[in-house]
C-alpha cells in the first residue's frame, strides 16, 4: 500500500529557514504530480507549491521567492525549502501525490514560526 511519510517540521524563529521531506512507498510515482499544502488552525487547507511529473512549478503567491519545492525521482520524495518563514506560515504542512486517478497524503508535519 502507499504511504507519504513526512519530515522536517518544527519550531523556528521568524526568519529563520526548514527544509520538509516526503518520502512515499508502496508504487511508482514517476507520473504523479506532487505537492505540499498547508492548514492553519480554523482555516481551510491550501495549496502551497505544486510540480509536475515534468518540473513544472506552481507556488502560491504568498510564498513565491522564499519557498522552493522540488523532486527526486529516484527517492520517491518531494522536499519543500522554507526560508524567510514568517509567523503567519505557522501551519500543519501535507505533502500529496496524484496520478493515475488516485491522491495520497501524507500525515502532516507542525510547523511553528515563533520567537
Known amino acids: 500500500q502507499v504511504q507519504l511519510v513526512e519530515s522536517g517540521g518544527g519550531l523556528v524563529q521568524p526568519g529563520g529557514s526548514l527544509r520538509l521531506s516526503c518520502a512515499a512507498s508502496g508504487g511508482i510515482f514517476l507520473t504523479f504530480a506532487m505537492g505540499w499544502y498547508r492548514q492553519a488552525p480554523g482555516k481551510q487547507r491550501e495549496l502551497v507549491a505544486g510540480?509536475?511529473?515534468?518540473?513544472?512549478?506552481n507556488y502560491a503567491d504568498f510564498v513565491k521567492g522564499r519557498f522552493t519545492i522540488s523532486r527526486d525521482n529516484t527517492k520517491n520524495t518531494v522536499y519543500l525549502q522554507m526560508n524567510s518563514l514568517a509567523p503567519e506560515d505557522t501551519a500543519v504542512y501535507y505533502c500529496?501525490?496524484?496520478?493515475?486517478?488516485?491522491?495520497?497524503w501524507g500525515q502532516g508535519t507542525q510547523v511553528t514560526v515563533s520567537s
Open positions: 510540480i509536475s511529473t515534468s518540473g513544472i512549478i
Open positions: 500529496n501525490f496524484y496520478g493515475a486517478g488516485s491522491a495520497y
